[in-house]
């Protein structure tokens, strides 16, 4: 779908681009292309796509993989996405936001049998990957269009590690494929964009998990603030009891939580947690 394609459906159905929906059209049929072979789609794959607008990647998921699960929430633009599923049996339009859909009731994603691609609307990116990551149904991969710096942030360095970043490294080792000019959407956003892709995702360290995020999380609690510091506040934990342990763990003292990498979380937390 081209901007002239999209114009023409857009005065077709009368409709205008909702901001609060965070609807920037993708019109470059070759970054469509491009984001099907970052995905390396196989014929038995099941698609959840979030956000799926008028169906221009839905429809070139829908010609790599055997099922595309569409979640689109907008009441104006669903009927295009139906109608488009009319003439493609293999894709499941769900008029709903990702985050009301009952899960349970598709087996696919239950069993984590599933991969999310998609054109994220800019807002909901770190809710996205918090949700199916952390909670559930987790699936086999990930590969998904969103605001590039979010995607730097995702891929910081130690010295710049953030709360996203380290969730994310948790599951997966993330890469930005490629990145995408605002010219290539409809209406053109502000900022540019970048496909992240993360691959074989699952658990890959032996750690409980709700501990890990429940430490990680009061560890980034004021960055401004040591580690040693957000910890003590947050565990409740004697300051010298966390110093004797950040010098077994060969930590500074006033280390602050951005410049940790993640096997360096994954030793301290549990250390911390079983002190």
Known sequence: MNKSELH??????????????????LIDQNIIN?????????????????????????????????????????NEIFPVLENLSKANP???PIKKGIFDVDFS?????????????????YQITSHVFRTFLEHGPQPKAITVMIQKEVAERIMAKV??????????????????????????FYPQPK????????????KKHDID??????????GFSSKRKTLVNNLRNGLKLDKNELIIIFNKQALKENIRPQE???EQWVKLIDAVSHK
Do not use: M, W
């Open 209 to 218: 998990e709700k501990r890990f995020f429940q430490v990680l999380k009061i």
């Open 260 to 262: 940790l990498d993640l």
């Open 8 to 25: 023409y459906l857009l005065k077709k159905y009368d409709i205008q681009p909702k901001r609060d929906f965070g609807q920037n059209f």
């Open 159 to 184: 010295g710049q590690k953030n709360l996203l970043a380290l969730s994310i490294e948790f599951y997966s080792d993330p890469e930005i494929a490629f990145k995408v000019s605002r010219s290539c």
């Open 34 to 74: 491009k984001i099907i072979k970052t995905a390396d789609l196989q014929k038995n794959d099941v698609v959840l796509e979030i956000g799926a607008g008028f169906g221009n990647l839905t429809q070139a998921l829908s010609e790599n993989c055997e099922k595309v699960i569409a979640v689109e929430p907008d």
């Open 191 to 202: 900022v540019d964009s970048a496909v992240v892709h993360l691959p074989k995702i699952g």
């Open 90 to 92: 293999n894709i499941i």
């Open 105 to 121: 009731a598709i087996p696919e994603i239950k069993a984590g049998k599933y991969k999310i691609v998609a054109n994220l609307p």
